[in-house]
């Protein structure tokens, strides 16, 4: 099992930028690949992006490409998601997840992560 802990959330208007950190501890073999998902109330938890290990395949909800931005640094094993142009839409809590194999696509199916942090809220004003 990894240990994750996000931070960065908080309240921004539209228009503006958040980074979320999610902070792994564990074994490296479970973390090959890293994804942040997002529930909003009322609704199903969806998949936001993801990163395999050597950061190489990416992948991004249409609703967020062309503004989100995600990345990892293995040394601290982080994982970050710089959020840009924020929409009242993408209010939501943001999970960080990890997954310990390896794909050639980055899953979106949350049954295919292993190990989920407890969320930051992410709360963007119109």
């Known amino acids: 099992q990894v240990q994750l802990v996000e931070s960065g959330g908080g309240l921004v208007q539209a228009g503006g930028s958040l980074r979320l950190s999610c902070a792994a501890s564990?074994?490296?073999?479970?973390?090959?690949?890293m994804g942040w998902f997002r529930q909003a109330p009322g609704k199903d938890r969806e998949f936001v992006s993801g990163?395999?290990?050597?950061?190489?395949?990416?992948g991004f909800a249409d609703s967020v490409k062309g503004r989100f931005i995600i990345s990892r640094d293995n040394a601290k094993t982080t994982v970050y998601l710089q959020m840009n142009s924020l929409k009242p839409e993408d209010t939501a809590v943001y999970y960080c997840?990890?997954?310990?194999?390896?794909?050639?696509?980055?899953?979106?199916?949350?049954?295919?992560?292993?190990?989920w942090g407890q969320g930051t809220q992410v709360t963007v004003s119109s």
């Open positions: 564990g074994r490296a073999i479970d973390m090959y690949v």
């Open positions: 997840a990890a997954g310990a194999k390896t794909f050639s696509v980055i899953p979106t199916d949350s049954a295919l992560y292993n190990s």
């Open positions: 990163i395999n290990w050597r950061g190489g395949v990416t």
